[in-house]
């Protein structure tokens, strides 16, 4: 098992530009999750998905998008990128099932927007 | 506002000693308390996680206590190794509720020195 990937690793922006962050996983979890880390800071909750179809926003939702269309698959997108974007990206995911709530990270995407 | 407050932001142990890092909630409807590590480059793994029903859970040499009236929970590294520095988040959910959303403290910076 890969486990939890995203693509890609680095990206730089300007100011207005759109992009989509892509995770996959591939451990059959109903659940999956964006976060940004900003320097120095804890993680906070952008987005996330009980199943496919379904999303919700998280603590940070303004300025990103996202979708669930396959149980694999949970892209985020930006539409109109600032500054303020700039942050490390984190897609998670997890399923509840028989006292098991562990969330596991992808590797991350450290984004710029200048 | 649902909130996690860790402390200190980083810490400085020689080899062999102990490292403490403490964490305090708000939300009373949390039941599930984990720990997670993080190296430089590297998403957050999970290290060790809590229920509220119990008192403290160790494994090896980590050690989550849990201080359900105070609302406080602390993690001890016994034994402190340099392969052990890293960055050491605490979170908090309430497992029942639709996503099992994290809520992460700010991040403790830990320094083994050998």
């Known amino acids: 098992n890969a486990g939890v990937t995203q693509t890609p690793k680095f990206r730089i922006l300007k100011i207005g530009q759109s992009m989509t962050l892509q995770c996959t996983q591939d451990m059959n979890h109903n659940y999956m999750y964006w976060y940004r880390q900003d320097p120095g800071m804890g993680l906070k909750l952008i987005y996330y998905s009980v199943g496919a179809g379904i999303t919700d926003k998280g603590e940070v939702p303004n300025g990103y998008n996202v979708s669930r269309s396959t149980t694999e698959d949970f892209p985020l997108r930006l539409e109109l990128a600032a500054p303020s974007q700039t942050s490390v990206y984190f897609c998670?995911?997890?399923?509840?099932?028989?006292?098991?709530?562990?969330?596991?990270f992808g590797p991350g995407t450290r984004l710029t927007v200048t | 506002q649902q909130q996690v407050k860790q402390s200190p932001q980083s810490l400085i142990v020689q080899k062999g000693g102990i490292s403490i890092i403490n964490c305090a909630y708000e939300?009373?409807?949390?039941?599930?308390f984990p720990w997670y590590q993080q190296f430089p480059g590297k998403g957050p793994a999970l290290l060790i996680a809590i229920r509220p029903d119990v008192s403290e859970k160790k494994e090896g040499r980590f050690t989550i206590s849990f201080n359900k009236s105070a609302k406080q929970f602390s993690l001890h590294i016994m034994d402190s190794q340099p392969g052990d520095s890293a960055t050491y988040f605490c979170a908090a959910s309430e497992i029942k509720a639709a996503g099992n959303k994290l809520t992460f403290g700010g991040g403790t910076r830990v320094l083994v020195k050998p």
């Open positions: 939300n009373t409807a949390f039941d599930y």
């Open positions: 998670a995911s997890s399923y509840l099932d028989r006292g098991r709530h562990e969330q596991y």
